[in-house]
């Protein structure tokens, strides 16, 4: 993985959670378009870490009707996939993990995307999640690492 692609990586996991956070269905989409598996794979690298970190610092929980209306800005290609995951973790019927095991390397990006804005919005609000987002933002534009890309 060079620095780059974790850059790259970076700014796609802010900007995918940031999408799903405001609903945007466009931009869910177009965060992850044209990418190869090996890019996708560091998305999704970058998403788990992300992910554990926000589990220690927030927990757990997520309430099933913010996973119902995240979960329903996912490109339809994924939405059923994605939706039954997010579910099974937040019923505790199963780890996120073993959730992901039947998953796509994709859909597996757009849970983790998921989980972590649900996770947000239970600990922040909508307006403090949003904040969060844009201090992560902020703090990678500080240390010098712009975003690689136009946003659509």
């Known amino acids: 993985m ?90 505790n019927e199963v780890g996120f993990a073993e959730a992901m095991t039947d998953l796509g390397l994709v859909d597996r990006i757009h849970a983790l995307a998921i989980c972590s804005v649900v996770m947000l919005l239970g600990a922040f609000g909508h307006a403090g999640a949003v904040a969060h987002l844009d201090k992560v933002a902020a703090t990678c534009e500080r240390m010098g690492y712009t975003r690689p890309y136009t946003l659509t």
């Open 2 to 91: 060079t620095e780059d692609w974790t850059v790259d990586a970076k700014w796609r996991g802010v900007d995918l959670a940031r999408a799903y956070l405001t609903g945007n269905r466009v931009r869910v989409a177009a965060c992850l378009e044209g990418l190869d598996t090996e890019r996708l794979e560091c998305v999704l690298a970058l998403l788990a870490f992300s992910y554990d970190d926000l589990l220690g610092d927030l927990g757990p929980f997520m309430k099933v009707s913010d996973l119902d209306k995240v979960a329903a800005v996912a490109p339809l290609e994924t939405e059923l996939a994605t939706m039954t995951a997010v579910h099974r973790i937040a019923a």
